[in-house]
């Protein structure tokens, strides 16, 4: 069986005193291809780096809403020039992220917009990260989708069911993570239940919120599984056709070879 972890953080810090051990780890649960997103300019260029590094790495890059405020002029002029890195598969991560009261919405909105474009511009996916946003992110989406198709990624989704059926609307994919394993999320199983097979996909933006069994531990790519396993479950298929399908999705999606 093969999996491709289509969001994690391995240039994090947290994974600088054994790196090169998570990854061998990974290898050998099965995740083919792990694909590294950036959330700043020096994290964007350390998830190229690394991808560089390690054959299996593919590197996504990008500003993260909760970043935008601190980014300077020049810093998308460099996410324009690492888009053109080797490599490189994605756009992101991009949104909206209302928790965290940090960041005026209009920035917000005007470099989720300049994501999407960039997107448009080099025919790679854009990644996108939703935080008590759902209904101002579908209105991005939808009038994004007025100008054109769009090929984007809700990356671990966690809306409702509502919120999936209008980003499936507009072609987007949707992505879930460590969260839909926990005991008590129904709901977001329901989700992932009702997505269809050939927009579904696998990630475990670790080192955040690790999956059942792990949960409270750090996450890490090898931990991919245990949501696939999950959802396999949820979904009534077996490890090895879920397997199979995201892996395809992926492939399809990011453009893997
Ligand atoms: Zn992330």
Not at 31 to 39: A, P, R
Not at 41 to 65: C, F, K, M, N, T
Not at 195 to 215: F, K, M, Q
């Amino acid at each position: 069986m093969e999996w491709v972890d289509t969001h994690a953080h391995v240039q994090e810090e947290a994974f600088d005193p054994d790196r090169s051990e998570v990854l061998k780890r990974a290898r050998e649960a099965g995740v083919s291809t792990t694909i590294v997103v950036g959330f700043t300019v020096d994290s964007s260029r350390r998830a190229v780096e690394l991808a560089v590094q390690y054959p299996e790495l593919r590197a996504v890059v990008g500003i993260q809403p909760n970043y935008v405020q601190e980014a300077r002029p020049a810093d998308w002029e460099t996410i324009l020039e690492l888009s053109r890195a080797p490599h490189v598969v994605g756009i992101g991560e991009t949104g909206l992220d209302l928790y965290w009261d940090t960041c005026p919405i209009a920035l917000q909105i005007e470099y989720f917009q300049r994501h999407i474009q960039l997107s448009r511009d080099t025919g790679m996916p854009f990644v996108v990260h939703c935080r008590n946003a759902e209904q101002e992110v579908v209105q991005v989406l939808q009038s994004a989708a007025h100008e054109g198709p769009l090929n984007g990624v809700m990356h671990s989704f966690t809306g409702t069911l509502e919120t999936a059926q209008a980003c499936l609307d507009i072609g987007m994919c949707l992505s879930f993570a460590g969260m839909a394993t926990f005991k008590n999320n129904h709901a977001l199983r329901a989700v992932a239940v009702a997505t269809p097979s050939d927009r579904i996909l696998v990630e475990t933006d670790c080192p955040y919120l690790a999956p059942t069994p792990h949960r409270g531990k750090r996450n890490e790519p090898a931990f991919v599984r245990n949501t696939a396993d999950c959802l396999a479950i949820a979904r009534g298929v077996s490890s090895e056709e879920f397997a199979a399908l995201t892996t395809e999705n992926a492939r399809r999606v990011f453009r893997l070879k």
